[in-house]
């Protein structure tokens, strides 16, 4: 009996010791290395507690205002921000830059997600699949990034291309796989107002494997937005609803196959203002005018600036948390912003 009891306890530690193992695994499968060729960048950031400026609130909507910072840097290549991946947790972040460079940190937060500074920032050029930097290639302007099972996904906006490259991104010198091929339709749209959002539903989603690209902005203002399915090579067209002057600037995708939009306005009449949609997955088909649900709107009373990133991860407790970042234009009069946010369950 004695001896028997003595070989359960073994293979009950030699279970929990698996488990134990699994757990770690997991842990570690989730840590991605980035850009460890990449040129290291001093960021010395500034902390925001309250998203509406003289007001002590953080509920709006859906969404729960977790923190902000303020991301400073004599190193001009740290601005121009643009797509954004939030990733570990929340513990990394990796984005591209309008001039064609790879940006990526580690994010310090608390149990609750909230940003308390920003930490190991380095970047590197994007190489196409020559060796050359997207810059003196003339294929920079890259404003969206997704990823794609074991590829990376991402637009120049200019040159309405969408470029893949290698995925994880371990030293940043990982060159370019292929251009996509993309129709005469997305080609012709307005060179400054291109291919700026771009998204990959989840998997097992209605949409999985189906890559959402969306424009800036239509031929004139007062059209909708072109937006494209592509999928192996095939392309259906659909539209965003413009409304408001606002712009389109990122799109990811939610658990559920929701899309949430980013938007962003920045002009003399309403200086600046962002707005956050939900879309609904079913609502995703081909020939159809997006409009969805607003889910948060702020204008120059509220701590944001030329906002063009978002992404999201999943906290501790299960909630989706959002990441949001602005574009500087590498500008002394603007600011390159990181915002949280927690997202209720709609």
């Known amino acids: 009996m004695a001896k028997g009891g003595s070989h359960l306890r073994a293979l009950a530690a030699a279970a929990l010791g698996c488990c134990f193992l699994l757990q770690v695994l997991a842990v570690k499968a989730e840590y991605v290395s980035l850009l460890a060729a990449a040129k290291s960048v001093q ?16 509920t709006f ?9 303020e991301l400073i840097s004599a190193d001009r290549n740290v601005g121009g921000l643009s797509g954004l991946l939030s990733l570990d947790s929340g513990n990394q972040i990796l984005a ?13 937060q608390s149990p609750d997600g909230t940003p308390l500074d920003v930490t190991n920032a380095r970047y590197t050029p994007m190489l196409n699949r020559e060796g050359k930097s997207l810059r003196a290639a003339w294929q920079h302007d890259t404003e969206a990034i997704a990823i794609d099972g074991d590829s990376l996904l991402v637009t120049a906006e200019r040159a309405n291309d969408i470029f893949r490259f290698p995925w994880p991104l371990a030293t940043g010198k990982e060159r370019m796989i292929e251009e996509l091929p993309v129709s005469s339709e997305i080609k012709a749209l307005r060179s400054s107002k291109g291919l700026e959002a771009l998204a990959m539903p989840p998997t097992g989603s209605r949409l ?9 902005r239509g031929p004139s203002g007062s059209d909708s937005i072109p937006a ?3 999928k192996e090579g095939q392309q259906e067209t659909l539209s965003v609803a413009r409304s408001d002057r606002y712009d389109v600037t990122d799109a990811t995708f939610l658990p559920t196959g929701d899309l949430l939009l980013l938007e962003r306005r920045f002009n003399l009449r309403d200086l600046v203002g962002m ?14 005018r997006l409009e969805g649900q607003v889910l948060l709107e702020a204008d120059y009373g509220y701590q944001i600036d030329n906002m063009e990133g978002i992404a999201i991860h999943e906290g501790p407790d299960g909630a989706t948390i959002l990441t949001l970042l602005s574009d500087n234009n590498r500008s002394l009069l603007q600011r390159t912003l990181l915002l949280r946010f927690k997202m209720d369950a709609l």
């Not at 950031?45 to 609130?57: A, E, H, K, P, Y």
């Not at 909507?61 to 910072?69: C, E, H, I, N, V």
């Not at 999985?208 to 969306?214: D, N, P, R, S, V």
């Open 43 to 58: 960021v010395k950031t500034r902390l925001s507690d309250r998203f509406q400026i003289g007001r002590d609130l953080d």
């Open 61 to 69: 909507g859906p969404l729960a205002f977790l923190g902000g910072l």
């Open 96 to 108: 591209v830059t309008d001039n064609g460079l790879w940006f990526a940190a580690e994010i310090k």
């Open 208 to 216: 999985q494997g189906t890559a959402l690209a969306i424009a800036e």
């Open 228 to 230: 494209f399915l592509l």
């Open 275 to 288: 707005r956050i949609r939900l879309i609904q997955d079913a609502d995703i088909l081909p020939g159809a």
